[in-house]
């Protein structure tokens, strides 16, 4: 019995020092990228956008408040499997600024400390934060465009093809209508059933064997004609999320009538393109958000 005693005072001793390596570590101003903005413009690294227990959700948000009117915003997810990659590995938003657009550059919680749907909640967390924010912010709300890559990717459909469906949104629930501008998806998964990976296990949890909920969180069974207009680009040689997948998301937007543009990289592995394609890439997504009135 004394045993006993022992052992279980052991596990309470460690259980506090357990939960705390769970959390991720809280990134510092050194950790952060350095990225040069224009004049006119004001930083804020790791604005909380979202608290969820022990865990802050943060943004690092470069912002043009040197316009008298009201901006657009470019919200950037990054990669990583919904398991790893941070907001501080994230940069080439200089195509942005030179048009006078503000970034939302964001984190969300990874599968290793909460699994599906904290990430997708995160990423309307985030959403709603710059809506309720937009005055103070200086951006313009109904001009807010939603861009990531890989996993990233597949959250910026997710977050943006919900639109004003709320069911994810019980950690910031709000009033406001959320409809955005435009999405930009690189590369991301958007079948999550067919998409064979450990990660998308890993992520999905518990609800791995529930198909309704795995189809809830799937871009291609959530385009419909409301749905904001999207950028697509995959390279067609991508080892790790299959280009037939993006194939088959630049199908539903044709099918249901909405403003879409699908670019190929020839060759192109996960994000592996060349200075060439790159540069094509980035000038025809600007050209892209143009045309959809930014």
């Not at 948000?61 to 499997?81: A, C, E, F, M, Q």
């Not at 939302?104 to 990423?123: G, I, K, M, W």
């Not at 919900?162 to 955005?180: A, G, I, M, S, Y």
């Amino acid at each position: 019995m004394k045993h006993l005693y022992l052992l279980a005072a052991a596990l309470l001793a460690l259980a506090p020092r357990a939960h705390a390596q769970q959390v991720p570590p809280i990134p510092t101003d050194s950790t952060v990228k350095v990225i040069d903005t224009p004049a006119g413009y004001t930083t804020q690294l790791n604005t909380v956008y979202s608290k969820v227990g022990p865990w802050d959700g943060r943004v690092d948000l470069y912002l043009n408040t040197d316009s008298r009117k009201p901006v657009p915003v470019i919200i950037n997810l990054h990669g990583g499997g919904w398991n790893k990659g941070t907001k501080e590995s994230q940069s080439g938003f200089n195509g942005f600024f030179k048009q006078g657009w503000s970034v939302a550059n964001v984190e969300y919680r990874l599968s290793t400390y909460a699994p599906a749907p904290a990430a997708v909640e995160d990423v309307r967390c985030a959403i709603i934060y710059l809506i309720t924010n937009a005055k103070k912010l200086n951006i313009d709300p109904s001009r807010i465009v939603i861009m990531g890559s890989s996993s990233g990717g597949h959250l910026a459909l997710v977050g943006g093809l919900l639109e004003n469906d709320h069911v994810f949104d019980t950690q910031c629930p709000t009033k406001e209508t959320v409809k955005l501008r435009a999405i930009i998806d690189k590369y991301g998964i958007a079948d999550v059933p067919q998409w064979n990976s450990k990660s998308a296990t890993q992520w999905l949890g518990s609800h791995a064997s529930d198909a309704a909920f795995v189809r809830s969180v799937s871009p291609l069974y959530m385009v419909k004609k409301t749905s904001p207009p999207t950028f697509i680009v995959h390279g067609d040689a991508d080892p790790t999320v299959p280009y037939e997948q993006s194939v088959a998301l630049h199908k539903a937007y044709v099918a249901a009538g909405v403003p879409t543009e699908f670019i190929t990289i020839a060759g192109g592995q996960h994000g592996k393109f060349s200075k060439d394609d790159n540069k094509r890439v980035n000038e025809a997504i600007i050209r892209f958000l143009k045309a959809q009135g930014l």
